[in-house]
Each structure stands twice: as C-alpha cells, then as structure tokens.
C-alpha cells in the first residue's frame, strides 16, 4: 500500500506517517522543508514542496509520476485566529490558499496517480460547519475550511465513477504546535482515530463530514 501525506514533518501528519509505516505501507512524506523527526523515520520524503505554488506541485506530480497512489491523505493547513474588529487580509487569503486551494491542487495533480479502490482523505475541521459555529470569530480558518468541505464533496461526486472515496475528516482539538500545543488530544491519538475512520471509509459513505471518533458531523 502506497499512502502519500502532506504537511507530513509535524503534528498530525508526522503521527500519520508514524501509523502507516508501522502498518506496513510505503509512505511518500511531502512537506515543505523535512523535521529531525520526519527524518528519522522510513518514510520517502519529498520535501521543498509548497502546496500553493504551481512550482510545488509540479515537483510533486514529478515525483510520483508513474506511482500508484492507494491513499492520498491533504494534512496540510494553516490556522490564523482573527476577530471582526482586526481582519488580517493577508492570513485570510493565505489561509484560503493553503486550506482550500492547497488540498484541491494537490488532488488534481494526483488524478492520474489515483486508480479503482483508492482513497482521498481531506484533514478538515468542525470549524468549517456552518451549523456548528456558536462562537464566531476565525474568520479565515472557517471560511476556508467551509470551503474545503464544498470541494471535498464534489470531488466525492466527481471521482466516484473512477473508483475514489473521499472523506472529510476532523481530527478533534489536537494538542500541535499549531493551536500552541493546547487541545484536548495528542497527535498520535488523533492519528489513530483518523486511521480507522479511513478504513471505514467506501464509496457508499464517500463525501461524509466526519469527527476522528466517528461522529457524523453537520455542515
């Protein structure tokens, strides 16, 4: 088995990468610049890969041109907290272009990589549920994954006849560098959660919004 994973040097995508080898399958780490810990495990790294630029992925699909890719797991994100009174233009759009339009690109370059029974798993977030929100504020990081969740639902549709699922999956509130190591998960259990849920995940649930512990989400 075959699993490529983004944002793969920390956090959940490390922990990911650590469950898919020790289950026995090749894994393709892609990130943008390699940790000590990525490094030390056995995973192919295809580093110097930035998900939102043409260049990047263009490396990408060069590097696994050819390759079968049973499971394409987009890690990959970026979150920037913000409120109404200071909107910081910038982190949003980039938030958009890692979360949403990252993901997207990477999937469409893989396309030919991606054969009958493969899987496609999205790392979204439960801050993308529109009937979930009753905080507001994170403009950005909701916007962008709400937007991730439309995408991954028509590439659902889309690649269904090709033999594809796609599943869309919250990990929890996860103990990583990226919420300052707050959450009320570690990284490795997350990763575990999310490994099961992909395994249940067919083309007759495929497009499912799903919480790591199984839980059906709302949109």
């Not at 982190?91 to 958009?96: H, K």
């Not at 504020?137 to 995408?151: D, E, F, P, T, V």
Request: with cysteine.
């Amino acid at each position: 088995m075959h699993t490529v994973i983004t944002g793969a040097n920390r956090g959940i995508g490390l922990a990911l990468t650590r469950c898919y080898l020790a289950a026995g399958h090749k894994v393709s780490a892609v990130c943008r610049q390699a940790s000590d810990e990525l490094r030390a495990t056995d995973a192919r790294i295809i580093d110097q890969v930035d998900v939102t630029q043409p260049q990047g992925i263009e490396q990408l699909q060069k590097a696994l041109a050819g390759e079968a890719i049973d499971l394409l797991i987009n890690n990959a994100g970026l979150l920037v907290g913000d409120q109404l009174g200071e909107l910081p233009w910038g982190d949003i759009e980039r938030q958009f272009a890692v979360n949403t339009l990252g993901p997207l690109r990477v999937t469409q370059a893989l396309l030919a990589n991606l054969g009958q029974g493969a899987k496609v798993a999205l790392i979204t977030s439960r801050m993308g549920s529109v009937a979930d929100n009753g905080s507001g504020g994170y403009y950005g990081y909701r916007m962008s994954k709400a937007a991730l969740n439309i995408a991954g639902k028509s590439l659902a549709i889309d690649l269904k006849p090709k033999g594809v699922a796609v599943a869309l999956l919250h990990p929890g509130f996860v103990q990583t560098a990226m919420v300052n190591h707050n959450g009320d998960i570690s990284a490795d259990e997350a990763a575990s959660r999310l490994v099961k849920r992909i395994e249940a995940l067919t083309l007759e649930n495929s497009g499912g919004f799903w919480h790591s512990n199984g839980e059906a989400l709302p949109w």
